[in-house]
Every structure is written in C-alpha cells, then in structure tokens.
C-alpha cells in the first residue's frame, strides 16, 4: 500500500468538496480559482461537475495541466436508467466534455430503477445495454467510463447498483474494456463483503473517492464527514483498493451543507492535505 506520510501528490480534489455545484451553497470559486488554490497546496489533480465546465473543458484542462496537475476524472454522465434517464445525445456530449477537459474518466451515477419493473435486475440489463452503446464513442476519445455503485439508501430513484458486485456483473455484461467501477468510501464503508467483491474486480477499478461516514449522519445527501471525523476504516478500504491493482490519483469528495460548505475554501482544502498525509 502506499505511504502517503509524507507525500500528497496522489491527493485530487472533486469540487464537490467546495460546495459551488449546488445552488445557494459555497463560495462561489470559478474552476481558475480551484485550480490555483489546489496547485499552491501541491495537489496532483482536480475533479469537476459538468454545470462549472460548460464550454470551458479545453481551456480548463489546459489550465490544469500547465499548474502541474491532471484533470483526475470528471462527474458525470446524465442517469441511464430510471424515470430520469437522460438521452444519448446528453450522453454523449458529457464524453465530450470529458474529452475536451483531457481526463481519461467519466463517472456513471446510473439512475434509478426503470419504469415498471421491480428489484434491480432489469434496470441493470438496461443500464449495460445503455453504457455498451456509448463505450466505442468513449474509447474513441480515449474516455473511460466508470459504474460508481451508491448506497443502497440511494436505490429507487438515483441508483440501480449497490455495490462493488453489482458493478462488476455489469461490467461483465458490457464487455467493453474502457468500462470500470469507481469505488467511494461513502457508498462502500458498510460492505463487509467488499474485499472479496474487489478481488473479482481486479484492474477494473477506476477511481477512488475519498470521504468519511459519520456516526450521526444527519443528512443522507448533504452530510459527508471529513476524513478521520467518522467511522470508515480509511486504512482498510484503500488496501482492498489498492489491491486490484489499483495506483491512481484518490479523490476527496464531501457534501457538507451544514459544516464544510460554510467554512472558507482555503481552510477545507488544507484540512485535506493534512487528513490525506495522517488517516487515509
Ligand atoms: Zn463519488
């Protein structure tokens, strides 16, 4: 496993983090005031949202890349399945952008379960099939498309897969090798199952979110803790990680309406810098 004591330069940040995504929450930084803050502080990577990109991806991507930084991946496709699908066509402008900012992996929130079916069986059929028809467009542009599974208290209206395995199977189905998973510690801490899940999944990981689980979580969306506030093994979850294979950039990723959304930019990115060197 790496020692990252006293090295952060695997240390990327998904802007998520800084709460500017959502409406009303953040301090409004634009993607060139990300990019300096992140490479004043020697992070190796930045992760966007496609609504802080819009037209911008190749002039941001630029930007990245000039400060001594990769673009890490960018999040993410419109939902595949579910009652919120989006079409092929938003599908494909997301690879795109991705394309365009010069990172080599679009994240997959899949989207609910379909209209008129039940459990989960069905919408995962749908989802290959949906991931098969854009993943020759992705390997095109040298994109590669990562199946992030959620919490399963997300099923129902964000999400179709679940877990690591659930992932894996439809990667299976999809057969295509630019298709992998991304593993996010808020979505994957209770799963005692997952080593064995990730050992299946061997070279196939993509992306690695880091965050934590609080005890008192009091916001299933909007509350993720920081790294060493909650109760994930960090330790623990990379090594399975890292296990597969696995040696890219982990990405800190923090909803956190009430608490780090309201605290100056500055302070969060270098709370990460110092939780990232001691409990991850
Ligand atoms: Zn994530």
């Known amino acids: ?20 995504n959502l409406d009303g929450f953040g301090a409004g930084w634009s993607p060139e005031q990300v990019v300096d803050a992140c490479a004043e502080r020697g992070y190796g990577g930045i992760v966007f949202w496609t609504r802080e990109i819009g037209e911008r991806a190749v002039s941001i991507g630029e930007r990245v890349r000039a400060s001594g930084m990769e ?7 419109p939902f595949l399945t579910g ?9 494909r402008a997301s690879i795109d952008m991705a394309a365009g900012l010069g990172t080599t992996v679009l994240t997959i929130v899949t989207g609910g379960t379909e209209p ?18 854009v993943a020759d467009y992705a390997a095109d542009r040298s ?10 208290m997300f099923g129902g209206n964000r999400t179709c897969v679940m877990t690591v395995r659930d992932a894996l199977n439809v990667c299976n189905m999809v057969g295509a090798g630019n298709v992998g998973i991304a593993v996010d510690v808020y979505h ?11 050992q299946a999944a061997k070279g196939l990981v993509l992306g690695y979110h880091l965050c934590d689980w609080l005890e008192e979580t009091s916001d299933m969306l909007l509350d993720r803790g920081m790294m060493g506030d909650g109760v994930a093994d960090l330790k623990a979850l990379r090594a399975a990680v890292e296990d597969t294979g696995y040696r890219g950039l982990c990405e800190v990723e923090i909803f956190s309406a009430e608490n780090w959304w309201k605290r100056p930019p500055e302070t969060v990115l270098d709370t990460i810098v110092e939780r990232f060197r001691t409990v991850c």
């Open 1 to 20: 496993m790496r020692d990252f004591t006293d090295d952060h330069s695997a240390l990327a940040l998904n802007t998520a983090t800084l709460g500017h």
């Open 116 to 133: 008129d079916t039940k459990g989960l069986l069905d919408s995962q059929k749908r989802l290959a099939e949906r991931i098969a028809a």
């Open 143 to 152: 994109v590669s498309l990562a199946i992030e599974p959620l919490n399963p």
């Open 71 to 77: 673009v890490t991946g960018l999040c993410r496709t």
């Open 83 to 91: 009652s919120q699908a989006g079409a092929d066509d938003a599908v």
């Open 188 to 198: 994957v801490w209770w799963d005692t199952a997952l080593p064995e899940s990730l």
